[in-house]
């Protein structure tokens, strides 16, 4: 039996909704009806039905109802006593947590409406429910109109795909965005080797592609751009830009670098300055279309293999072909034919056993060198593959002697070099790593050892306050230090043009340069044209084209912001320029006389 106190409580929750649903300003106001399923069944020529099974539905989406939408208003709450005791009822069901069957719905667009089971979403609704459990049946609207000719469209995608929370404003959207799936799923068949079931493909798709380009979309506001359209149908917009762009380039450009590039477009037409905002939203959304883009691009062996490797040992080497072929050479070695338990055995054998024996080598040093290991190999993966890489240029692959080599060949001099100078644990991993990067840049293009490599390298970076300090810029990152040495190089190079002051307004117009390098590559174009007039006549001129040419510009901002994801700096339309003149010169183009436009077109498509 139910307790009076209970009952008296149920009496009381009904009396609060009513009254809450007056608010205080209720007075002479004419309570809204529920919806009428019959009216809106008419309005939509919805008869077609088919059933959809149980569904746990959105409170908030039940929005009328078949017989009863008079006895209630539009929020459910009861218009007449009559109901009160059922009311009650239901509500102590709810309270004392006893089951109650699903609701009964009928469905007509996103619209859901109560055959069954008016009290319970009255009291659902008093609770604060968000969903409730129904059996749905779905009504089609007959497509007589266009909002109806889509929802049909819609229901159609649904249906196929299971993603349910996809609006299109215009027609033929969904089939469009149906042979995007497809495709996707023809390339996930081909990589995995099997025919897989379209819905769970499209819920993959959702989340590798969709979903990360809306969340950029959003964080950039572009909607505001389009009047009365969804950023549903900005990604079909995205997926345009992308082909047609994929096929003036000769190339599938990917969708990390069509949607900045999208955005960029749409951004150029608000503002000349205008380019994507990147935060650490866009930035994580972005990489997960880059690593899309990236196995799309890799041999698929490559790519299923260092799944493997991940997921056996936690070690992501990012797709690198050297570390699987080293894992298939032991596996050959070892007669080992299944690559899951060659991983395994690796990670134990060679991988583990090197940091054990590189950690042994070390304790027998200064405890500096051995408190810089234990920062080094916080990356693991590029700590191995570090050694690995040297291994390469080596005779002797004995494993103790190539590290103990390593040890003094590299690790030592790279500490030694770094010990004076103050960095944060990251810092210090990308310089580390950044130094040896130089050292296999020399050895692989000149034929000397590597300690002469190292050496000259060495050397380099002593041999005058440009190189010495710009060494130092770049590796940390010192921004009063970087202004410094712009502009001593900036009024060095001055020093040589006629006219200075034309020189500071094209700066100041385009500028300001933000790479010394573009300096040198300036002074480079200067004495291939020879000429007095080659700021007027042909710097200025050139960047006045390329600054009006918007298909040029939205690249080089796509290209800008590219550049400062990668490498956390920044480009100027005076950087940019001058690289495209680097790369005429490279290729041996008469500068004198080569169209800037198409040049920078070759060069971004390049």
Partial sequence: MIKIETYIDAKNSYSKFLKESKGFLWFGKKDENLKSFIEVQKENSAYTSVNLGIKDVLIKDIKGSVQKYMDFNKNFVPKNSVIEERWCSIYLAFVNEKPLPPLELYKIKDEYFVYDGNHRVSVAKFLNFVRIEAEVKEFIPSPTTKENAIYNEKFNFEKKTGLNNINFTEMGQYSRLLKEINDYKEYVENFEKKSLDLEKVSKLWYEKIYEPSIKILEENNILSNFKDRTYDDLFIYLLNHKYFTSEKKGRDIGFSYAVINFINMLKLEDSEDSIIKVNEKVEENLEILKETDARKKLDEVIVRKDDILKKETGLNFKHNFLIIFEIDEFMYKNEIEDFQNGVKLWYKDEFMEFFKCFKKKIAFLSNMYLEKFKIITKNRERAYYSLKNYAIKQSNFESELLIANYILERYIPIIDQLKEVELGEDEFIESYFGIESEYNYISKYEDISFKDAKERYFNSINKSYLQSH?????????????????????????????????????????????????????????????????????????????????????????????????????????????????????????????????????????
């Fill in 470 to 606: 710009g060494w130092l810029l770049l590796r940390f990152k010192d921004e009063e230090r970087k202004k410094d040495i712009l502009d001593y190089i900036i009024n060095k190079f001055k020093e040589k043009l006629l006219n200075k002051n034309l020189f500071d307004e094209i700066v100041k117009k385009y500028g300001p340069i933000k790479r010394y390098g573009t300096v040198f590559k300036l002074e480079t174009a200067m004495k291939v044209y020879g000429d007095s007039n080659w700021l007027s006549e042909k710097v200025l001129k050139d960047l006045e084209k390329l600054s009006n040419n918007n298909e040029i510009l939205t690249e080089f901002k796509t290209r800008i912001t590219l550049y400062k994801l990668k490498e956390k700096r920044e480009m100027s339309l005076i950087d940019f320029y001058a690289r495209v003149l680097n790369y005429g010169t490279y290729l041996g183009k008469d500068m004198k006389y080569v169209d800037i436009i198409d040049l920078a077109i070759e060069y971004l498509n390049n």
